[in-house]
Nanobody
């Protein structure tokens, strides 16, 4: 199995920055794409940013230019650097990974437990 653990959330003032981390652990054979999603109260979960194993990235239009996704394949860890944060960025941020466990014949989608990001003065 594969476990994902997010960290780095918290309370920040508008215009501030946060760096989220997502560490994958367990019996991992390979990890393909990884991504950050967020879900605000009363709203559907949405993609924030995604990154392939080769480093290609994709961003939601609402965060483009303010957010940078990256990953360290050697550490099975993904990051989300968020700058110029706005109140509308307030949400629970979830890590997702498309991973193949050791002994498995295909990949599965795994989710972390989420980390709260609150942008408020």
């Amino acid at each position: 199995q594969v476990q994902l653990v997010e960290s780095g959330g918290g309370l920040v003032q508008p215009g501030g920055s946060l760096r989220l981390s997502c560490a994958a652990s367990g019996s991992i054979f390979s990890i393909n794409a990884m991504g950050w999603y967020r879900q605000a109260p009363g709203k559907q979960r949405e993609l924030v940013a995604a990154i392939t194993s080769g480093g290609s990235t994709n961003y939601a239009s609402s965060v483009k230019g303010r957010v940078t996704i990256s990953r360290d394949n050697a550490k099975n860890t993904m990051y989300l650097q968020m700058n110029s944060l706005k109140p509308e960025d307030t949400a629970v941020y979830y890590c997702n990974a498309d991973a193949q466990p050791v002994g498995a014949t295909r990949r599965y989608s795994y989710w972390g437990q989420g980390t709260q990001v609150t942008v408020s003065s």
